[in-house]
């Protein structure tokens, strides 16, 4: 068990190591390849990108054969990097066949309509179209024009190429901010409309662009984002010990208010996977991190400043281990309007995130500030942490357990000092009673019962029979004189 | 979103406890360590301030950052993008000072269009009582000379210099025509696109 667990502990340190398991260290820069290799797979990658779809099923077919055999950890790595590369490509490819299928084939009875464009919607598709035809109405005539243009002309050309890399794609939509930033300004279908006018087209712009592109450019085939999601969720998932109270983070989870806000905090970081545009996921960002702030006020009782949020932040994230962070994060990145992301107030969430993250992948002994053999013991799963004393928002039904277990605790220890009052209640009274017998019988033996006579009534002469014998003795009559 | 535009980036730096977060509550909020009872306001890690220059108004956003040494490792990405950058020093604490090097060359060589201002707080301590003062003014003065940069000695307690930094940034940023093309748009149309470049990763 516990070797077991160690070796999962010495997995993380291999993946400095060079994936391709040459022995040379990687680079996150190079995907997590040394330089030689990575050259070597990424030109791989891309011969593969180019191939005919038939070579692209006869390597599918025969990697569906291999892949479950493959045990070695570096050879299993790098046929999964091949094999997600594959599971992606393949509808892709579909959906590029029938996109061209349907642009070269003659005038279809279903006429596209001009927002739905080509491919079959989706929902969310769907409704930032109705949202952007709804905000185009609100615009004059030939500004909805140019807008309507020029978007259109982005979607179809993203959705043509479908060979681009993402940064190229990034590139583009990029461009594509500047320019149209620019054109608001100069051109003449837009005249006379305010700063915050430009930012809303602006806004709403991306929305539905990026909504409509979301299915090519979220999570692409052509990059390694996938994987990257998951060994983020896996160390996520091993740093499940960490607690509140090592991040130096101010939860005071004893007020059900700050639960309350915490829980709204992670499932807006957890929703952030559910936004198709870059927009629409800031605005998880933010949300979340209001959310956050709320809990340092309950907590602190005054406003939280940035060395306060940050921790409580990486808690967040590190409790609700958020779906394909990395590639949300990259998505937002490369397809948000850098005018926003760089430098206003959801640029500040966001780049708070990004900061998460990196810590997240680099934490380490010292930024726990404990000593390595505790974050080794804890990361081997030797031990686990008394964390739950500072009251983790874990899953609710053990809190309440937790809840009951102290409030039985609480209970015992009540229960006893009743009977320990009650016990020396009995003693007392036991004292009580021996001590007035004791008292009594005190009383009797030192003052014992004597009956006396019981008093006569005065007899003025026998009682001073006594004093009589002082007296001089009665007068007797005397004969004198005859 | 709309409305929430923001021109320059400013991004305050230092060592724990040099004095960042009560620089953006005083400039934000005017107030000092808590010495106003509670406002509405729920944090302070970021604000915009919206500053007149020469009938301009130009909105700056103020960047606090988490300045534990645990985190620096992520300093860059708070100031990638930042127009500006507030290097702080306690002058009562001269490690403070010499942790500002760092702050400089990490910008220097990762962010060379920002501007850096250097600033020395906490001016209200030494400022009657010499001996509390760790950070000689020549110092200050002459590291600024050497890296090109501004310097100010500020208090957040007595607001004594501190408006007077960010319009100074402020007004470095209108005066530097490399930041005009954002208020004057050129006509580059759809098609010369490949001249500009953006800034994001
Ligand atoms: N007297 C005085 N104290 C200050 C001043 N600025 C900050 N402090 C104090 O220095 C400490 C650290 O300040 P803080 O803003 O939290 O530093 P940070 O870690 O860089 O954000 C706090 O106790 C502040 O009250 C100042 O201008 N004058
Ligand atoms: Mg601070």
Not at chain 1, 180 to 209: I, P
Not at chain 1, 449 to 454: A, E, K
Not at chain 2, 63 to 81: K, L, N, P, V
Request: charged content about 30%.
């Amino acid at each position: 068990m516990t070797s077991k667990k160690k070796k999962g502990f010495h997995v993380d340190e291999s993946e400095l190591l060079c994936k391709n398991g040459c022995g040379y260290y990687g680079n996150p820069g190079w995907q997590g390849f040394c330089s030689k290799c990575y050259r070597e797979v990424y030109q791989k990658a891309k011969d593969a990108q180019l191939e005919s779809d038939s070579l692209r099923k006869q390597r599918l077919a025969a990697l569906q054969g291999p892949a479950v055999t493959a045990n070695g950890e570096t050879t299993l790595k790098f046929n999964k990097f091949e094999e997600k590369r594959k599971q992606h490509q393949a509808p892709k490819a579909k959906t590029v066949k029938t996109l061209f299928k349907k642009g070269s084939a003659s005038p279809n009875k279903e006429v596209p309509h001009p927002w739905t464009g080509k491919r079959q919607p989706s929902i969310e598709s769907e409704k930032a179209a109705s949202d952007f035809i709804e905000f185009l109405n609100t615009l004059r005539k030939p500004a909805a024009q140019d807008i309507t243009k020029q978007c259109k002309a982005l979607i179809d050309r993203l959705q043509d190429q479908y060979e681009l890399s993402v940064e190229e794609q990034s590139d583009i939509v990029q461009d594509f901010y500047q320019n149209m930033g620019e054109r608001l300004q100069t051109h003449s279908a837009f005249k006379g409309a305010s700063a915050e006018q430009y930012e809303t087209m602006m806004e709403h712009m991306e929305k539905y662009m990026i909504t409509r592109l979301y299915k090519i450019l979220f999570c692409p085939p052509t990059c390694d984002d996938e994987q990257k999601d998951l060994a983020i969720q896996n160390r996520i998932r091993r740093l499940h010990w960490i607690s509140a109270e090592m991040l130096d983070a101010d939860i005071d989870s004893t007020k059900p208010s700050v639960i309350d806000y915490i829980e709204k905090a992670q499932t807006d970081i957890i929703e952030m996977n559910s936004g198709r545009s870059p927009i629409d996921k800031l605005l998880c960002i933010v949300r979340c991190s209001k959310n956050i702030f709320q809990v340092l006020n309950i907590s602190r009782g005054q406003p939280a400043s940035a060395d306060d949020f940050l921790p409580v932040l990486i808690y967040i994230v590190l409790k609700a281990n958020p779906p394909q962070l990395h590639s949300n994060i990259q998505y937002i990145t490369r397809f948000a309007n850098p005018n926003k992301l760089n430098q206003g107030e959801v640029g500040y969430y966001f780049t708070n995130l990004c900061c998460a993250v990196t810590f997240i992948e680099n934490l380490d002994a010292q930024s726990l500030s404990m000593s390595q053999e505790e974050y080794d013991s804890y990361m081997s799963g030797e031990v686990i942490p008394a964390g739950t004393k500072f009251g983790e928002p874990i899953c609710e039904g053990l809190r309440l357990m937790y809840a009951n277990l102290a409030t039985l605790d609480e209970l015992r220890i009540r229960q006893d000092r009743l009977r320990e009052n009650a016990l020396s209640l009995q003693q007392e009274i036991k004292d009580f009673r021996d001590s007035v017998v004791k008292t009594v019988q005190d009383v009797l033996t030192t003052k014992p019962f004597i009956i006396q006579q019981p008093r006569m009534p005065a007899n003025l002469d026998e009682e001073n029979a006594a004093e009589s014998s002082l007296l001089p003795p009665p007068l007797k009559p005397e004969v004198v004189a005859k | 979103m709309a409305g929430s535009r923001v021109d320059l980036k400013v991004v305050l730096l230092g060592k724990e406890y040099g004095g960042k977060t009560s620089l953006v509550e005083r400039y934000l909020h005017d107030r000092f360590h808590g010495d106003v009872p509670y406002q509405n306001t729920i944090g302070a890690a970021f604000g915009a301030k919206k500053v007149e220059i020469g009938g301009k108004m130009i909105t700056m956003g103020i960047w606090d950052t988490a300045g534990s040494e645990r985190y620096e490792a992520m300093s860059r990405i708070y100031y990638r993008g930042a127009k500006a950058a507030c290097i702080l020093a306690d002058l009562t604490d001269y490690t403070s000072f010499e942790r500002t090097r760092f702050w400089v060359n990490e910008l220097k060589t990762n962010e060379e269009h920002c501007k850096i201002y250097l600033s020395g707080t906490k001016y209200d301590l030494v400022e009657n009582d010499k001996k509390n003062r760790k950070v000689d003014y020549h110092m200050t003065t002459d590291f600024a000379d050497e890296i090109h940069a501004q310097v100010m000695e500020t208090s957040s307690k007595t607001g004594y210099h501190i408006k007077e930094l960010f319009q100074k940034i402020a007004e470095d940023f209108v005066d530097d025509p490399s930041n005009l093309e954002i208020k004057e748009p050129n006509t580059l149309n759809m098609y010369e696109s490949a001249y500009k470049k953006k800034f994001c990763c």
